[in-house]
Antibody, heavy 117, light 113 residues
């Protein structure tokens, strides 16, 4: 079964850091671009970042540039999102998403990040 | 950045009736080299991640009922549910994957009238 499972979310104080992980299974992880998408409580979807198959080409939404870093370990089929200098507005469910040619086709269940004092 | 604008924000439709959702992009999302529109529709039910319904503006994903259809090209797109069923209650999003940042529309909530 094709599956993405996120972990690493939790409650953190403003200015703190978290590292999210996404374990992929059931497909050749190294062949796909990967993405992070977030959704604040009761709000819409916001694309956060994506990473090419080799891990060398990355892009970010402006609101996280310089604070978040996306990376991957193809040997262990894992995607990461390092989040530093967290702000209240980063509070959201973070989804790990596979990027297929036709679009964002496989989504994890998400991990909740809450930034609050 | 490409801005995606969906309308309406919410929609109440009787069971068996048609639901129509519009999505407009601020820039063209049609790649001339392959004649594909980089426009995707997602369905999100409460407590669940989004599900890819339609890619390339009009291609249904495997397993998606044929009452769902997508149309449009360039900057104007439509998702149609031809005969609404109770299980179609959800929020629907369009997204462009033409250029980064890969922006989503604000979503359209579909409910039963």
């Amino acid at each position: 079964e094709v599956q993405l499972v996120e972990s690493g979310g939790g409650l953190v104080q403003p200015g703190g850091s978290l590292r999210l992980s996404c374990a992929a299974s059931g497909f050749t992880f190294s062949s796909y671009w990967m993405n992070w998408v977030r959704q604040a409580p009761g709000k819409g979807l916001v694309w956060v970042s994506h990473l090419d198959t080799g891990g060398s080409s990355t892009t970010y939404v402006d609101s996280v540039k310089g604070r978040f870093t996306i990376s991957r370990d193809n040997a262990n089929n894992t995607l990461y999102l390092q989040m530093n200098s967290l702000r209240a507005e980063d509070t959201a469910v973070y989804y790990c998403v596979r990027g297929a040619p036709q679009g964002f086709d496989i989504w994890g269940q998400g991990t909740m990040v809450s930034v609050s004092a | 950045d490409i801005v995606m604008t969906q309308s309406p924000h919410s929609l109440a439709v009787s069971l068996g009736e048609r639901a129509t959702i519009n999505c407009k992009s601020s820039q063209n999302v049609l790649f001339k080299s392959n004649n594909k529109n980089y426009l995707t529709w997602f369905q999100q039910k409460p407590g669940q991640p989004p599900k890819l319904l339609i890619s390339w503006a009009s291609t249904r994903e495997s397993g998606v009922p044929d009452r769902f259809s997508g149309s449009g090209s360039g900057t104007d797109f439509t998702l149609t549910i031809s005969s609404l069923r109770a299980e179609d209650v959800a929020v629907y999003y369009c997204q462009q994957s033409y250029s980064s940042p890969f922006t989503f529309g604000g979503g359209t909530r579909v409910e039963i009238k």
